[in-house]
């Protein structure tokens, strides 16, 4: 079954409103391509400023964060709701540095999960392991924990419309990326997982990334992949080398 490919940039906490606003002109030409899903996650600043950049291309814009609430009193934060109404299609959850940093749990994840699919948000619910973990040879058990947490109480028809991203820490802003092998046995292995959970008809259509150092001369051998359905793509999403990635 063909599966629609997804490029995705992570912008992190880079890049001003203006700043954002003439890195999409940059990219405008390089990321064209009707074959695939092209988002860029920004941070919750740039989002409308992106969204009328964006207007009229291919590219949809995603965001990096938001609150479990629909509103309230949560100083500082920002609910799916908002998220949806600013124009944003796609929500990054789970990534190893919220986990990290900011402590969210996998019972905490699996509420975003819920929340942003109730809002008609497109989660990429990012995996992780650390370098003592794929040491231990523990990378799949650890994967498959934080996948059957993070899906809990999600049916089988939301799971297919969502995105799963496999992020090796230790690939992660390091200029280390997982051999093309080793991206595919997770990412593999994440799709055996949801067909065990839910069936094959879900396992053979939700879309799987790999993230984690991915550029202009690693991903065409990513992406030949089987089970590699797209990239979440940091530091390169910041430039041109990101149009190249969308075209390999
Ligand atoms: C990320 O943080 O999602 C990521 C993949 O970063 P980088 O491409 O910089 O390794």
Same mark, same amino acid.
């Given at each position: 079954?063909? @599966? *629609?490919?997804?490029?995705? %940039?992570?912008?992190?906490?880079?890049?001003?409103? +203006?700043?954002?606003? #003439?890195?999409?002109?940059?990219?405008?030409?390089?990321?064209?391509?009707?074959? !695939?899903? !092209?988002?860029?996650?920004?941070?919750?600043?740039?989002?409308?400023?992106?969204?009328? #950049?964006?207007?009229?291309?291919?590219?949809?814009?995603? =965001?990096?964060?938001?609150?479990?609430?629909?509103?309230?009193?949560?100083?500082?934060?920002? +609910?799916?709701?908002?998220?949806?109404?600013?124009?944003?299609?796609? !929500?990054?959850? %789970?990534?190893?540095?919220?986990?990290?940093?900011?402590?969210?749990? &996998?019972?905490?994840?699996?509420?975003?999960?819920?929340? #942003?699919?109730?809002?008609?948000?497109?989660?990429?619910?990012?995996?992780?392991? +650390?370098?003592?973990?794929?040491?231990? /040879?523990?990378?799949? &058990?650890?994967? *498959?924990?934080?996948?059957?947490?993070?899906?809990?109480?999600?049916?089988?028809?939301?799971?297919?419309?969502?995105?799963? #991203?496999?992020?090796?820490?230790? =690939?992660? %802003?390091?200029?280390?990326?997982?051999?093309?092998? $080793?991206?595919?046995?997770?990412?593999?292995?994440? @799709?055996?997982?949801?067909?065990?959970?839910? &069936?094959?008809?879900?396992?053979?259509?939700?879309?799987?990334?790999?993230?984690?150092?991915?550029?202009?001369?690693?991903?065409?051998?990513?992406? +030949?992949?089987? /089970?590699?359905?797209?990239?979440?793509?940091? %530091?390169?999403?910041?430039?041109?080398?990101?149009? $190249?990635? !969308?075209?390999?």
């Amino acid at each position: 079954m063909a @599966r *629609r490919r997804i490029i995705a %940039g992570n912008w992190k906490m880079n890049k001003t409103p +203006s700043e954002a606003i #003439a890195l999409c002109a940059e990219l405008e030409d390089l990321v064209k391509n009707d074959n !695939v899903d !092209v988002v860029y996650c920004v941070p919750a600043i740039d989002i409308v400023p992106v969204a009328e #950049a964006v207007k009229g291309t291919n590219v949809k814009v995603g =965001a990096e964060n938001f609150y479990i609430e629909d509103k309230g009193a949560y100083t500082g934060e920002i +609910s799916a709701p908002m998220l949806k109404d600013a124009g944003v299609e796609f !929500v990054i959850i %789970g990534h190893s540095e919220r986990r990290e940093y900011f402590k969210e749990d &996998d019972a905490f994840l699996n509420k975003k999960v819920l929340k #942003a699919i109730e809002a008609g948000i497109t989660p990429i619910l990012c995996c992780c392991e +650390s370098l003592e973990q794929r040491e231990m /040879n523990v990378t799949m &058990d650890w994967i *498959r924990l934080q996948i059957k947490s993070d899906l809990a109480g999600v049916s089988a028809d939301q799971v297919k419309t969502m995105v799963i #991203a496999y992020e090796p820490i230790w =690939a992660i %802003g390091t200029g280390k990326t997982a051999t093309s092998d $080793q991206a595919e046995e997770v990412c593999k292995g994440i @799709r055996e997982l949801i067909a065990e959970m839910y &069936d094959q008809a879900t396992a053979d259509a939700v879309r799987i990334q790999y993230g984690g150092s991915m550029n202009a001369s690693n991903a065409a051998e990513l992406l +030949s992949k089987p /089970n590699i359905d797209g990239g979440l793509i940091g %530091g390169a999403s910041l430039k041109a080398d990101f149009g $190249q990635i !969308v075209n390999a």
